[in-house]
């Protein structure tokens, strides 16, 4: 029996030894019908059959090379021998380097009807996705705690004072209160702002049944952020095309506009200007939001729209800020199958183009 002992680099057994590959028995397409890389090899560890998700993997068709030539991962290998020695079904998970990193978990079982006597399965699954996500999740979790924990910190520190030195000092009182509501504020933006991120994540999958007209909901945004502009000296200028539609979520399409208006008038505002257009392309309706501010250097652009992440802690705290501001533009504009384009120069102001796939007039 074939038995595989560790060595540094695997070496294949010579050609010849390969075992004469019959014509593919039935379990040989049963395997060719799974949704995983699956592969079947002969009792001295060769190759009998590799299913197309297998060929795909491994980036060739491994049929009649040797296992160890085929997936380098002395894991494998090992688990093959003690398959081979009687021992059950066995789970283990191995790495690929190269093209690019992958994780795989391997089903290793003894086949023992085969016709060319006992025969293994080696049935694989890609994990890589479902641990990044993990990752993601433990990360977001992590982000989230911290973010919470800040004010939270700071709002004990207040209690603490005013329960003990500040205990008879009405001015003092009045000034740690009024922090108090300060950091009491922020957490009731960030708990906010989660719930609307759970809330659209829930709804995801489910494409938004009304109708929305593009230059109608600017003009909602407008008056709603109008006075706002209007004490920060800023000038909201429409250049709307009246008529153009799409489907999707009023609500959800106004919070949208409003945290990107939001946004030019927190980060922006120097720029005195914001505008705010509608148009018709080939093959898409546009929304923009233009502002004049400082604008965002281009390292920072790609991941604008994560969770938490801000150009600047500081400034965004500053500023009333939770850093899911664009996490949930994203996830909204997701939903709608809409895509948001972020074009900005640093010193000249930035661009935030809601781009929606089809006219729908
Ligand atoms: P926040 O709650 O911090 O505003 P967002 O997700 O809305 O979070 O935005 C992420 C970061 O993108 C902001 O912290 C800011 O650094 C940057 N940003 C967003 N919009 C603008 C803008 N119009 N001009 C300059 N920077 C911006």
Redesign the pocket.
């Known amino acids: 029996m074939w038995r595989w002992n560790k060595p540094e680099k695997p070496e294949a057994p010579a050609p010849e030894q390969a075992p004469q590959v019959q014509a593919a028995p039935a379990i040989y397409a049963l395997t060719d019908a799974l949704p995983d890389p699956a592969l079947i090899l002969a009792h001295n560890g060769w190759v009998l059959h590799a299913n197309p998700g297998a060929a795909e993997l491994l980036g060739q068709n491994p049929q009649g090379q040797h296992v160890s030539a085929t997936i380098r991962a002395p894991v494998i290998l090992d688990a093959v021998s003690r398959v081979l020695e009687g021992n059950g079904p066995l789970k283990v998970e191995f790495e690929r380097r190269v093209p690019l990193p992958q994780h795989h978990e391997a089903w290793i079982a003894p086949i023992l009807g085969h016709p060319d006597g006992p025969a293994i399965l080696i049935s694989l699954k890609d994990l890589t996705r479902e641990q990044m996500i993990e990752r993601m999740r433990a990360d977001f979790v992590a982000n989230a705690s911290h973010e919470l924990r800040t004010p939270l910190t700071a709002l004990l520190g207040f209690i603490e004072t005013l329960q003990g030195p500040a205990r008879k000092d009405d001015s003092a009182r009045d000034r740690f209160l009024d922090l108090m509501r300060v950091q009491g504020a922020r957490m009731k933006r960030l708990i906010d702002d989660l719930l609307s991120l759970s809330r659209i994540e829930m709804n995801a999958h489910q494409r938004p049944e009304g109708r929305v007209e593009l230059a109608a909901l600017a003009r909602h945004v407008a008056d709603i952020m109008g006075p706002l502009a209007t004490e920060q000296g800023v000038e909201l200028n429409l250049d709307l095309t009246i008529g153009l539609s799409v489907h999707g979520d009023w609500d959800e399409l106004t919070q949208v506009v409003q945290?990107l208006v939001e946004?030019?008038l927190?980060?922006?505002n120097s720029g005195k200007k914001i505008d705010i257009s509608t148009t018709r392309a080939a093959q898409s309706t546009e929304l923009v939001v233009r502002?004049y501010?400082?604008?965002?250097a281009p390292e920072h652009l790609p991941r604008?729209t994560e969770r938490f992440?801000?150009?600047?802690v500081q400034?965004?705290r500053l500023r009333g800020?939770?850093?899911?501001?664009?996490?949930i533009v994203k996830h909204i504009l997701n939903r709608h199958r809409a895509r948001l384009l972020i074009a900005s120069t640093p010193g000249e102001g930035?661009r935030f183009t809601i781009r929606f796939p089809e006219l729908e007039n």
Do not use: P
């Open positions: 945290n946004n030019a927190k980060y922006a502002d501010g400082q604008g965002i604008l992440y801000r150009v600047s400034e965004s800020g939770t850093g899911l501001g664009l996490a930035s």
